[in-house]
């Protein structure tokens, strides 16, 4: 029996059709599920709706369920239909009527919604987390490497000097990019849409505002349909947000594996990080960056499959969003897992050193010659001219030394720079008062 059916039952083909996925991942929502209801519970006193003794007792069930959770005792009985469901069931098993008062002003559409928010919230800090982590690291490498010369190529091709200091940097001042993108997602993820309903409100004097302190969010969804609408929308932007992340790791994945191809030789790890080969005994293949750049090619795929979900969808629920889930939540995961793995290797990273004394990579050095030109007072596309035909005739003998001031150079990686970007955007998100309300709500 489920809390909104009257006598009638589904049928099982139906029943197993709509639920689909929902308790694997209603499971990952139950701690906010709890963090919601006693929220909503504080506010449902405060308007008379609860006396302070109901309020009392339901806060005690609802920690109860609270230590269940953090004790990985609770479970989604066989025939509940959702973690809602559970919650709700237990509070009246164990404490009577009043656990079938908790739900009164607010429907199932809000407290999917608001459990939703909590559990983002908590994800994305996660995430940020372990893109920090990343981040740490590969600013150590900029500081370590950053004399170490290499080949910059554009058009896949030998280009100018480049320095693993700048290649490691440019991939950290991504990950700050990428995490404002993070923030803007935050900041939809971050608001409070209990008390929306169904989408259209309550007749009961709900106190929006008082569940929004008490829950740390920022602010609160004012209109109850865009609260409603607002599913969708945030996985929308969480999902372009994984995108960028997953971008960037790719970006890293697909240089390291070129780079360790024994043409170029630019970088190595340990012969227990790398894969061999069932037939030929020489191998050691970059397994781990293929499959990084696999899964987050797979992510990027993420705003695509949510944008064609939300397709043509009107104003209001649809139970088309609860399939929401099944992209957004393994992504965080799969996300999180290949940040933990992309540093576990970057620890572990060994650079070659004076690649560039090669003469191979001679031409590399035909731009600083033109530049050296030009600093002595020929014009530009003179100098141009005259590093070329030396080049043609074969009588090109570059100097090898690199002088780059400027900043975000070669020699002027601007790290400090760098650094204070990413900080700056960490600092704007609002974890402490997140922390401080949920910890009242448990006190």
Not at 67 to 93: N, P, W
Not at 127 to 135: D, P
Not at 310 to 322: F, I, K, P, S
Request: proline share 3%.
């Amino acid at each position: 029996m489920k809390l909104w059916q009257k006598n009638t039952s589904s049928e099982k083909e139906v029943e197993r059709f709509t639920i689909g996925r929902d308790p694997e991942f209603d499971i990952l929502l139950a701690p906010f599920d709890v963090l919601g209801s006693l929220a909503h519970a504080e506010m449902l006193e405060s308007i008379g709706l609860l006396t302070s003794e109901e309020l009392k007792t339901l806060q005690t069930g609802l920690k109860e369920i609270w230590q269940e959770i953090e004790a990985g005792t609770f479970r989604i009985d066989e025939g509940v239909e959702d973690v809602h469901s559970q919650v709700e069931f237990l509070l009246t098993e164990r404490y009577g009527a009043v656990g079938k008062k908790l739900h009164s002003g607010r429907s199932r559409n809000d407290q999917v919604l608001v459990d939703l928010k909590l559990y983002y919230r908590h994800r994305i800090r996660e995430i940020l987390q372990r893109a920090e982590g990343l981040f740490n690291c590969l600013m150590a490498l900029a500081e370590k490497h950053r004399g170490d010369l290499m080949p910059g190529y554009t058009h896949t091709q030998l280009a100018m000097p480049s320095s693993f200091g700048l290649w490691f940097g440019g991939l950290a001042e991504s990950l700050v990019e990428d995490m404002q993108l993070w923030n803007a997602a935050f900041s939809l993820v971050n608001q409070n849409p209990l008390g929306s309903a169904a989408g259209y409100g309550s007749s009961f004097p709900l106190n929006r505002t008082l569940t929004t302190q008490l829950l740390g969010f920022s602010d609160l969804h004012y209109n109850v349909i865009n609260a409603q609408n607002s599913r969708g929308k945030t996985e929308k932007f969480i999902a372009f947000a994984v995108a960028a992340l997953a971008g960037t790791l790719n970006k890293l994945s697909a240089d390291v594996i070129q780079f360790m191809n024994p043409h170029f030789g630019f970088v190595g790890f340990p012969d227990e990080l790398t894969t061999g080969s069932s037939i030929m005994p020489h191998k050691k293949n970059p397994d781990v960056f293929e499959l990084l750049r696999a899964k987050t090619n797979q992510l990027q795929s993420s705003p695509q499959t949510v944008m064609m979900q939300l397709t043509n969808m009107t104003t209001g629920y649809h139970r088309d969003l609860q399939l929401l889930k099944e992209t957004i939540f393994p992504d965080l995961e799969t996300l999180a897992d290949c940040l933990d793995m992309a540093v576990f290797m970057l620890e572990h990273i060994r650079v070659k050193k004076n690649i560039l004394k090669d003469p191979f990579y001679a031409y590399l050095f035909s731009v600083e010659e033109v530049n050296k030109l030009v600093l002595a007072g020929i014009p530009f596309r003179d100098a141009y001219k005259k590093v070329g035909l030396d080049i043609e005739a074969g009588n090109f003998e570059p100097e090898t030394n690199v002088n780059h001031t400027h900043e975000g150079s070669i020699g002027n990686l601007c790290l400090d720079q760098i650094r204070g970007k990413m900080q700056a955007v960490l600092h704007s998100f609002s974890f402490e008062e997140i922390d401080r309300s949920q910890a009242s709500l448990l006190k």
